[in-house]
């Protein structure tokens, strides 16, 4: 069966659905279908009964068991770590992978002490197991296809083509929670370099457009930009140097709120640039208004001197038919 005609059965069991008077819970069970298998059930059961009479609901329960793993991590300040790291082992774990790996961040209510600045340490890991019930329902059709070639040959295309589209949905991978996480770094990583260079273009078309009293702007957009490409550069070099994802991530993360500020900073600039750029555009609309308006007088003017002399050149002639009458008298 080619799209076409699939696309013709499914809006055809939607409309036999949405037609009304149909089972309780079988519209219902419709409506949340989500997934492909789901969607499936439906149309094999119009298929053999297009009229939904012998179709029937069941409630089911169903029993899933879902486990789920996380690694915890704290921030503690760097004189409870002396603390708790005492062993020569310990120490050189603190020194080695922590301290020298790690910028820290101030404490919120000492930011000036040093030995209260807050790293991240491993904590624990967190495994999850549970069973879930769910209430669902289970559709049942049964029907009878005629006896006939064509409408055997049409039910097993229609099977087949959403058999094929069932599968291609279920082939699609789902993404673990470190790929997630992976993800989801690229993703604030690649956001940083291009925050910055939308810091340059803006710096850029304000010297470009020349206006005035921008300086300002413009170094503080030229600073914003450093500040992110050292960032981006900072990454890539932990990244390089083979350091684990969850410091890198870290060191990432602790610099959002930061960069969030600079979002703010560019965008500003951004508004500038635009408000100029629409000024520039009205002050060039009038401008064209105006040279419109002065060519279509100059045209009117030289109209009005046209029609003028003809009709200048009329008159004299009939003043010259005049004495050539007085004449003939």
């Not at 519209?27 to 279908?33: A, D, G, I, S, V």
């Not at 019930?133 to 049964?142: A, F, I, N, P």
């Not at 790929?179 to 304000?206: G, M, N, P, W, Y």
């Amino acid at each position: 069966m080619d799209p076409a005609e699939r696309k013709r059965q499914n809006e055809a069991l939607r409309r036999k659905l949405l037609s009304g008077g149909l089972k309780p819970g079988l519209l219902e069970k419709y409506q949340n279908c989500t997934t492909a298998q789901q969607k499936f059930e439906f149309l094999k059961a119009f298929v053999l009964d297009p009229d939904m009479e012998n179709v029937e609901v069941e409630a089911s329960f169903k029993e899933l068991a879902e486990r789920k793993t996380a690694d915890v991590y704290v921030e503690l300040p760097l004189e409870e770590l002396r603390k708790s790291y005492t062993s020569e082992a310990q120490k050189k774990f603190l020194e080695e992978t922590i301290l020298q790996k790690q910028q820290g961040r101030p404490h919120p209510q000492d930011p000036g002490n040093a030995e209260m600045r807050l790293y991240r340490v491993y904590q624990t890991g967190l495994d999850k197991s549970s069973n879930v019930s769910r209430l669902s329902t289970k559709l049942r059709g049964k029907g009878r296809v005629e006896k006939n070639a064509a409408a055997r040959n049409a039910l097993a295309e229609s099977l087949a083509g959403k058999c094929a589209d069932m599968t291609k949905s279920f082939n699609q991978k789902e993404l673990t929670h470190d790929e997630k996480q992976q993800k989801e770094f690229d993703r604030d990583l690649q956001t940083v370099h291009a925050l910055a260079s939308k810091a340059r273009a803006t710096a850029k078309s304000i010297i470009d457009a020349k206006m005035l009293n921008q300086e300002a702007t413009v170094q503080s957009l030229k600073s914003v930009y450093g500040k992110l490409m050292e960032l981006h550069a900072r990454i890539n070099e932990m990244i390089f140097e083979g350091e684990s994802f969850y410091n890198y991530a870290y060191a990432l993360n602790v610099e959002k709120a930061r960069c969030e500020e600079f979002e703010k900073e560019v965008t500003s600039a951004e508004t500038i640039v635009k408000a100029h750029e629409n000024r520039v555009a009205a002050e060039k609309r009038k401008r064209d208004k105006e040279k419109k308006e002065e060519e279509e007088n100059a045209r009117k003017k030289a109209k009005a001197a046209e029609e003028w002399e003809a009709w200048g050149g009329e008159t004299e002639d009939w003043g010259e038919d005049l004495d050539d009458d007085g004449d003939d008298a």
